[in-house]
């Protein structure tokens, strides 16, 4: 698979994009158990409160956001157990960044975001893995009062960070902003 920058690999790796997808499917799974609706936020409000999120996780790793590669934003829909949603409601959104770095700084980046991470209020490291013997790390967090997780990981081409937040469903305002 062609990652759009013309490397032919593969960006991240499949811990992380499994990552990403299962902290997906658990947001799904606890709001369609709860029978509550979704939170309210627009996806303006979102998008900027996820560039924010990376922003400071790469400011607490001690990296700096790539103009390498265009950070992407990407919207779904939450569906309930068999009730699909309108193209204009309820929607998840996964925000991606890339930071360039040396393979032999990852891990050293990695346990000081691990570090800074494990000192903030509603913040959970849910997982932490190093490959010395290939210099890659990754990190996934839950960050409760931002309703988002976090994952950071060693990615293709070599020398990059991947950086993504994504977010819990959430619905759009009742004015549509």
């Known amino acids: 698979m062609r990652d759009g920058y013309g490397s032919g690999r593969r960006r991240g790796g499949p811990i992380a994009a499994t990552a990403v997808i299962a902290v997906a499917a658990v947001w799904w799974l606890a709001w369609s158990s709860a029978g509550a609706a979704p939170p309210r936020e627009s996806r303006a409000a979102a998008l900027a409160t996820a560039q924010q999120q990376v922003r400071a996780v790469a400011a607490d790793a001690r990296i700096g956001i790539s103009g390498r590669y265009n950070p992407g934003a990407s919207y779904e829909r939450c ?99």
């Open 79 to 177: 569906d309930r157990r068999g009730v699909r949603a309108p193209a204009d409601g309820p929607y998840t959104l996964t925000y991606t960044a890339y930071a360039d770095l040396p393979d032999r700084f990852h891990i050293a980046a990695l346990r000081r975001l691990r570090a800074a991470l494990e000192r903030r209020d509603g913040v959970e490291v849910t997982a932490y893995e190093e490959r010395p013997q290939v210099q890659e790390a990754q990190l996934d967090a839950v960050d409760r009062p931002h309703r988002a997780h976090l994952a950071v990981a060693s990615a293709k081409p070599p020398h990059t960070v991947r950086l993504a937040v994504a977010t819990e469903c959430f619905r759009p305002p009742e004015d549509g902003r």
